[in-house]
C-alpha cells in the first residue's frame, strides 16, 4: 500500500480504536511539544460524548494545550517543507497527498462539529463555548489530510500525532488531562466521497451519536424511514424542495413520470421532452431516450437524462448533455 493509500484508509478507518497506540502517542505528542505527559488520559465514545463532558466543567483539564501539541509543530513543519519545495512545488505536492483527502473530511469534519453545537447548545448563548472547546479538539484520524502531505517519521515532531491518528478519533489534549475519542462504528459514503446512505445514518458512533445523508445532503434520520413507502402523493407534499429532491432521486424520474400523470411537452427524432411542475422549486425537466443499438436480448433501453429548466425540445435537452447548441447537434448516429 502507498503512503497516499495509507492515509486514506486511515481517514476512512472505523472500529475500536487500539488504545495502547493512541495513548502511546499522545504522550509523545506531549513530550515532542516540550510538554509533561498528562496525568490522565479518558476514553470517550464520540466527539459528542467528549465535549457533553467537557462542557459539563466537572473534569479538572487544566487550560487546553492544542496550541503546542498540534498547531505549532504542523505550522513548523509546513513551513519548513515549503522552504525547501518553494511555491510551486508546495502547491504540487499538495495536489498530490492532502488535496483530495482534505475535499472529503473537511465537509465531514464540519457536519460532525455543527451537530454537536446543536445538540449542546441549550440556545444561542451557549453557541460559542460550544464551538470554541470544538476547536480546542485534534481531530485524529480527520487529521490525515495534513498528515499525509507533511513528514510524520519517527523523528519528527508530528510522530505522536500520526500514531494517535493511525489508532483512534478526535481527541482533547490539556494540561492535565487527554480525551480520547474513538472513532465511528459506521461509515458511508459515495462515489464521490460524500456521506451518503439511504437506509440507515452515514456515520455513526457507539453512544448513538450520528449523521444521516443522502449523496452529501443532510437529512433527518426520520426522513430516510420513509423511502421506501413513497408515493407521487407524498413527494409532491414535501414542502423542503432539498428533502424532495431527495425523494425524486430515490424514488425514480421515470417512474414518478410514469405515475403522477406527467405529459411530454415536446418530441422529436432525438427522443422526448418531459416537464415536472414542482411548488417552490425549479421545474424537473427530463429527456427520455432510447439507446439505438439494442441489447443482447434484443430490446432496446431507455435513459432519462435531465436538463435544464429552460430546455424547450428534445434535442435541445440532448445537445445539451454534449454540451451542444441544438443547431449543433447532428449526430451521425444515436447511441
Known sequence: MTERASWRAVAAATGPGERSAAEAGVRKAYRRAGLKEPERILWVRSPLEAARLLSDGELSTGPSVRAAVRDRAVA?????????????GWSEHWRATGADLWETTAPLVDR????????LAADRADEPRIRVLLLDAVLGHHETAWLSALHTGAGSELAGLAEVARAAGWWWPYAELA???ERPTELHRDEAGRLDRGDGPALAYADGFA??????????GEFLDQLGS?????IREEENAELRRVMLEHY??????????AKPVHRDETGVLWRIALSGDEDVVMVEVVNSTPEPDGTSRTYWLRVPPGTRTAREGVAWTFGLGADDYVPLRQT
Open 230 to 234: 413513497l408515493t407521487p402523493d407524498l
Open 112 to 119: 460532525i462539529r455543527a451537530e454537536v453545537v446543536e445538540k
Open 252 to 261: 425514480g424520474y421515470d417512474r414518478y413520470l410514469a405515475e403522477s400523470g
Open 76 to 88: 513548523a513543519e509546513r513551513e519548513r517543507l515549503h522552504g525547501r519545495l518553494g511555491p510551486i
Open 179 to 181: 480525551v480520547i475519542s
Open 211 to 220: 449523521l444521516h445523508a443522502w449523496r452529501g445532503l443532510p437529512v433527518p
